[in-house]
C-alpha cells in the first residue's frame, strides 16, 4: 500500500498519478481563489459561511494529502524538511492556529494567518517544470547576491548619512533612517517624490545616486541569468543516449541527434521533491 501511494503521489508517469497531480492543481487554485475572493467586503459578508466551509474542506483535504504524503515518502524526515514539505505544512496550518484565537483582541493575527495560507500558491511550484531550474539557480547564486545586496546596503547608508549632513530634518531628512529609506527608493529607481533634497550638493548627489542605481540594477540578474544558464547545460548533460551515449540532449529531445534511437525520459525528480 506505501509502494502504491508512492507512486501515484510522488510519481507522474501512472494515469492515476497524473489524475492526482491535476485534481490537486485545481484544488490549488480553488482554495486560493477563495482566499481572495474572501477579502472583498461585498463578497466575504453574502457568503461568509460558504467561504468558511469551503475553506475548511480544503485545509482537511490538504491536510490529508500532507499526511498520506508524509505515510508514502521513502524518506519522511528529508521530505518533512524539504522546501515542498515545509510549503505542504504552511498550506495548512494557518486555519488550524486561528483557532486558538479566538478573542476579538486577536484579529490582526487571524487575519495574518488567513493571509499566509496564500502560501498554498507555492504548492504549484511542484508542477511547474522549470520551477525547480530558477530554485537551484536561486540556491547556487546565493552568496554571490548577498555579496551584492550587502555592498548596495552599505551604499545606501553612506549616501543617506551624507544626505542627513546636507539636507538635514528642514528638508524633510529628519534622521539617518530616514535618509536611507530615500536613498534605498531613489537607487531603485521608484522616486516615491515623498522626500526630495532642496540644496544643490543634495541635487547633485540625488542624481549620482539615481545614475548608479541605473547602472547596478541588472547585476542581480546577470547573476542568476548566469547560473540558470550552468542549470541548463547540466540539465542536457543528463540526457545521454543509451544507444551510443551521445549526450548533451535538450531536456525535451526524444530521439538521439547521432544514432536516432529513442532517448529516456525518466530523469530524476526535482530535488526538493522528495520521494
Known amino acids: 500500500m506505501r509502494e502504491t501511494l508512492n507512486t501515484i503521489i510522488f510519481g507522474t508517469k501512472t494515469p492515476a498519478g497524473k489524475f492526482f497531480d491535476l485534481a490537486?492543481?485545481?484544488?490549488?487554485?480553488?482554495?486560493?481563489?477563495?482566499?481572495?475572493l474572501a477579502t472583498i467586503d461585498a463578497i466575504s459578508e453574502e457568503y461568509r459561511r460558504g467561504l468558511y466551509m469551503a475553506e475548511w474542506v480544503f485545509t482537511i483535504l490538504f491536510t490529508i494529502e500532507y499526511a498520506l504524503r508524509i505515510y508514502s515518502a521513502r524518506d519522511r524526515k528529508q521530505y518533512i524538511f524539504s522546501f515542498y514539505g515545509v510549503v505542504d505544512l504552511l498550506s495548512i496550518l494557518p486555519l488550524y492556529i486561528s483557532l486558538i484565537f479566538p478573542q476579538a483582541s486577536y484579529l490582526l493575527v487571524i487575519r495574518l494567518l488567513r493571509v499566509l495560507r496564500i502560501f498554498r500558491v507555492l504548492k504549484l511550484l511542484r508542477y511547474m517544470k522549470d520551477a525547480n531550474l530558477l530554485l537551484r539557480s536561486l540556491w547556487h547564486s546565493r552568496r554571490k547576491i548577498m555579496v551584492f545586496f550587502g555592498t548596495v546596503l552599505i551604499m545606501c547608508v553612506i549616501i543617506g548619512s551624507v544626505m542627513y549632513?546636507?539636507?538635514?530634518?528642514?528638508?524633510?531628512?529628519?534622521?539617518?533612517?530616514?535618509?536611507?529609506?530615500?536613498?534605498?527608493?531613489?537607487?531603485t529607481t521608484v522616486g516615491y517624490g515623498d522626500i526630495t533634497p532642496?540644496?544643490?550638493?543634495?541635487?547633485?548627489?540625488?542624481?549620482?545616486?539615481?545614475?548608479?542605481?541605473?547602472?547596478?540594477?541588472?547585476?542581480?540578474?546577470?547573476?542568476?541569468?548566469?547560473?540558470?544558464?550552468?542549470?541548463?547545460r547540466r540539465d542536457t548533460m543528463l540526457l545521454n543516449c543509451l544507444a551510443c551515449g551521445r549526450g548533451n540532449h535538450e531536456t525535451e529531445a526524444r530521439f538521439c541527434l547521432k544514432c536516432g534511437a529513442e532517448l529516456p525520459n525518466d530523469l530524476a525528480e526535482p530535488e526538493d521533491d522528495v520521494s
Open 24 to 36: 490537486l492543481i485545481w484544488a490549488i487554485v480553488i482554495s486560493v481563489v477563495l482566499i481572495l
Open 165 to 187: 549632513a546636507v539636507e538635514g530634518p528642514e528638508n524633510g531628512f529628519t534622521s539617518i533612517p530616514k535618509s536611507i529609506y530615500w536613498t534605498i527608493v531613489t537607487i
Open 198 to 232: 532642496q540644496t544643490n550638493f543634495g541635487q547633485g548627489l540625488a542624481a549620482a545616486t539615481m545614475l548608479l542605481g541605473y547602472s547596478i540594477i541588472a547585476v542581480p540578474t546577470g547573476i542568476i541569468t548566469s547560473q540558470m544558464a550552468s542549470e541548463l
